[in-house]
């Protein structure tokens, strides 16, 4: 059993055509019949059926599949390591980034870990909408993301790094009409919001949306990651990550109404086409590293 066995496996599983599994993988159709035949052989299973001259995944295949292809993540993970060790990686990394406090993102820690260990890598970062950033992933404009949705963007690969909670921050001069109101009192007060597209956009939409609601907003500001301060100044109400909202009710700059919330999740994504490339295999790998030690240390 090779790894060029198990590459041809999962292309044609994935694509589910074996010319195009052929021309992705820069062969003839007749080697990757053959690398298929191998590893069958190998395995002791057929891993596709061949009924009517197409293939398709046999039940054996379908439970090997899964295990493929985490044997493939594992070996492009070695090899980029050990190029990294080499200092064999080089080049520009660009990388999207939602509009969110560097801290949070762990951007530094993250540009840290790349400057020791790929010291010939250049990384490269955008601030961008949630809608953009997973567009310019898919159309591989970004190499990849650092993303916040509600749900993994569809057709790229995504890897959950934390989960996220928003909660409404009221300004102090408006709280008092909203103490004892509703959902509707709150959806009347002026709103700041994210350009569309954005996580903030997205999530506060939702929010008032299983309400039958739309928020009466009168500013769409790109900059979240400092928002509090305009909610603070009495702009008007927001969607704020849960720990600046409590901090900043606790000292009295404005209030977090009643228990409100909007989930999501922050993530790295990758579009599939350019999963395997070492670059980008090693920096999943330090960001996997990167969160895992920060939450070690919580």
Same mark, same amino acid.
């Given at each position: 059993?090779?790894?060029?066995?198990? %590459?041809?496996?999962?292309?044609?599983? /994935?694509?589910?055509?074996?010319?195009?599994?052929?021309?992705? @993988?820069?062969?003839?159709?007749?080697?990757?019949?053959?690398?298929?035949?191998?590893? $069958?052989?190998?395995?002791?299973?057929?891993?596709?059926?061949?009924?009517?001259?197409?293939?398709?995944?046999? /039940?054996?295949?379908?439970?090997?599949?899964?295990?493929?292809?985490?044997?493939?993540?594992?070996?492009?993970?070695?090899?980029?390591?050990?190029?990294?060790?080499?200092?064999?990686?080089?080049?520009?990394?660009?990388?999207?980034?939602?509009?969110?406090?560097?801290?949070?993102? %762990?951007?530094? $820690?993250?540009?840290?870990?790349?400057? %020791?260990?790929?010291?010939?890598?250049?990384?490269?970062?955008?601030?961008?909408?949630?809608?953009?950033?997973?567009?310019?992933?898919? !159309?591989?404009?970004?190499?990849?993301?650092?993303?916040?949705?509600?749900?993994?963007?569809?057709?790229?690969?995504?890897?959950?790094?934390? !989960?996220? /909670?928003?909660?409404?921050? &009221?300004?102090?001069? @408006?709280?008092?009409? &909203?103490?004892?109101?509703?959902?509707?009192?709150?959806?009347? @007060?002026?709103?700041?919001?994210?350009?569309?597209?954005?996580?903030?956009?997205?999530?506060?939409?939702?929010?008032?949306?299983?309400?039958?609601?739309?928020?009466?907003?009168?500013?769409?500001?790109?900059?979240?990651?400092?928002?509090?301060?305009?909610? /603070?100044?009495?702009?008007?109400?927001?969607?704020?990550?849960?720990?600046?909202? @409590?901090?900043?009710?606790?000292?009295?700059?404005? &209030?977090?109404?009643? !228990?409100?919330?909007?989930?999501?999740?922050?993530?790295?994504?990758?579009?599939?086409?350019?999963?395997?490339?070492?670059?980008?295999?090693?920096?999943?790998?330090?960001?996997?590293?990167?969160?895992?030690?920060?939450? !070690?240390?919580?």
């Amino acid at each position: 059993m090779e790894i060029y066995q198990i %590459r041809a496996f999962v292309k044609v599983a /994935r694509l589910g055509n074996l010319t195009r599994a052929a021309e992705s @993988l820069s062969l003839t159709q007749p080697a990757v019949t053959a690398q298929i035949k191998a590893l $069958e052989q190998s395995l002791g299973v057929a891993l596709f059926d061949r009924a009517g001259g197409r293939l398709t995944l046999a /039940r054996a295949g379908e439970a090997l599949l899964v295990t493929a292809e985490a044997l493939l993540a594992q070996g492009n993970q070695l090899k980029a390591e050990a190029q990294a060790l080499q200092g064999a990686l080089h080049g520009v990394l660009e990388l999207g980034v939602p509009s969110e406090q560097p801290d949070f993102l %762990r951007l530094g $820690e993250l540009a840290s870990r790349v400057t %020791r260990h790929l010291p010939l890598v250049e990384l490269q970062t955008y601030v961008l909408a949630t809608g953009a950033l997973a567009e310019q992933v898919g !159309s591989g404009k970004l190499a990849a993301a650092l993303t916040i949705a509600a749900n993994p963007p569809r057709g790229l690969q995504w890897m959950p790094l934390r !989960s996220v /909670r928003y909660r409404v921050a &009221v300004p102090n001069d @408006l709280a008092d009409g &909203v103490k004892k109101g509703g959902w509707q009192e709150l959806a009347q @007060l002026p709103w700041l919001d994210g350009p569309a597209g954005s996580h903030t956009h997205l999530l506060l939409r939702d929010m008032f949306e299983r309400h039958g609601l739309r928020p009466r907003v009168v500013m769409q500001n790109d900059d979240h990651a400092n928002l509090n301060a305009m909610v /603070r100044a009495g702009a008007g109400c927001a969607l704020l990550r849960e720990e600046i909202a @409590l901090m900043g009710s606790a000292a009295g700059d404005f &209030v977090v109404w009643g !228990s409100a919330k909007a989930d999501g999740t922050l993530g790295f994504i990758v579009s599939p086409e350019r999963a395997g490339e070492p670059m980008l295999v090693a920096l999943a790998s330090m960001l996997q590293r990167t969160w895992a030690a920060l939450q !070690s240390k919580e």
